[in-house]
């Protein structure tokens, strides 16, 4: 099984600060990557794939980039709205997640 | 407009059985491999179990294999979880996730639904 290992578990920031977590891989996971963010009550939603790929409909602001063992999601200028708990996932049998980065004002 | 709403959660002795419900909508349900995820209490996301389109692959995590059985009918764009010999581990929300590509497997998953909660208490 891969573990994924999130950093760090809190992240506290103002709004229009740049936000950089990371995610690292107990093992090769090539570019197969995702990343969640979930606000408290909500399900989760899925923002990146494959590492670098924006969802539909997710804002320019979020970015994500690494491969292999070492990933990074990148908000360029925290809105009101991007303060949740973000994770990763890896797409290898069986599918794990982080244990997530909470990003908090 | 894909939706997913789930059903069937509830308060169950240790060592019982629930079986969750899963009812999709918006998009060609039978194209899409399903999973469930489940997240306790203040915790994070952890995988349960996918299954392929046409039921013909299915896929567990090692905490509930031999327990739990996903399964799905497509006449009717309901996905399962049987859910046996419950343990207080167990306890969490249930959320059905809609695989990101036409693909036999769900590799990320693109939708949600809101959760059902399922609690394993005496």
């Known amino acids: 099984e891969i573990v994924l290992t999130q950093s760090p578990a809190t992240l506290s920031l103002s709004p229009g600060e740049r936000a950089t977590l990371s995610c690292t891989a107990s093992?090769?996971?090539?570019?197969?990557l995702a990343w969640y963010q979930q606000k408290p009550g909500q399900a989760p939603r899925l923002l990146i794939y494959d590492a670098s790929n924006r969802a539909t409909g997710i804002p320019a602001r979020f970015s994500g980039s690494g491969s292999g063992t070492d990933f990074t999601l990148t908000i360029s200028s925290l809105e009101p709205e991007d303060f949740a708990v973000y994770y990763c996932?890896?797409?290898?049998?069986?599918?794990?997640f982080g244990g997530g980065t909470k990003v908090e004002i | 407009e894909v939706q997913l709403l789930e059903s069937g959660g509830g308060l169950v002795q240790p060592g019982g059985s629930l079986r969750l419900s899963c009812a999709a909508s918006g998009f060609t349900f039978n194209n899409y491999a399903m999973s469930w995820v489940r997240q306790a209490p203040g915790k994070g996301l952890e995988w349960v179990s996918s299954?392929?389109?046409?039921?013909?692959?299915?896929s567990y995590a090692d905490s509930v294999k031999g327990r739990f059985t996903v399964s799905r009918d497509n006449s009717k764009n309901r996905l399962y979880l049987q859910m046996n010999s419950l343990r207080a581990e167990d306890a969490a929300i249930y959320y059905c996730a809609k695989g990101k590509y036409q693909l036999p497997k769900a590799y990320y998953f693109d939708y949600w639904g809101q959760g059902t909660l399922a609690t394993v208490s005496s």
């Open positions: 299954i392929s389109g046409g039921s013909t692959s299915t």
């Open positions: 996932q890896q797409r290898s049998d069986p599918l794990t």
């Open positions: 093992q090769s996971v090539g570019s197969y």
